[in-house]
C-alpha cells in the first residue's frame, strides 16, 4: 500500500506565505504524476496545481504567479510554494500521486488526508 502525508499547513494573513509538503511512502516503484487540489466548505474539489514525472507543470488561473509546484523524485515528495496568499485559498489541500505499485505491479491513484489552509487577518 501507498501512504501520502501532507504537512505545512496552518493560519497566515492575507499576503503571506506558506509552504507545503505531501510525502508518498510504501510499496512504491514509480510515481506518474502528483498534484495539490483544495477543497473550501460547500464547494467542489478542485485542481491547484499539477506536476508530471518529466516536469511538465500546470496551474489553476487563481493561483498563476503566486503558487509554484516542485517535486523531488529522489524523496518522494511534492511541493506546493504559496505566496501573496488571499482569504479565497482558505481550504483543506490534499496531495494527489499517480503510483506504480510493486509486488504485484499495477499502478493506482492515491491521495492524503489533507491539511488545512486559512488565510485570515
Known amino acids: 500500500q501507498v501512504q501520502l502525508v501532507e504537512s505545512g499547513g496552518g493560519l497566515v494573513q492575507p499576503g503571506g506565505s506558506l509552504r507545503l509538503s505531501c510525502v508518498a511512502s510504501g510499496s512504491i516503484f514509480s510515481i506518474n504524476a502528483m498534484g495539490w487540489y483544495r477543497q473550501a466548505p460547500g464547494k467542489q474539489r478542485e485542481l491547484v496545481a499539477h506536476?508530471?514525472?518529466?516536469?511538465?507543470?500546470n496551474y489553476a488561473d487563481s493561483v498563476k504567479g503566486r503558487f509554484t509546484i516542485s517535486r523531488d523524485n529522489a524523496k518522494n515528495t511534492v511541493y506546493l510554494q504559496m505566496n501573496k496568499l488571499k482569504p479565497e485559498d482558505t481550504a483543506v489541500y490534499l496531495c494527489?500521486?499517480?503510483?506504480?505499485?510493486?509486488?504485484?505491479?499495477?499502478?493506482?491513484?492515491?491521495w492524503g488526508q489533507g491539511t488545512q489552509v486559512t488565510v485570515s487577518s
Open positions: 494527489n500521486a499517480d503510483v506504480v505499485v510493486i509486488g504485484p505491479i499495477y499502478e493506482n491513484d492515491y
Open positions: 506536476i508530471t514525472s518529466g516536469g511538465s507543470i
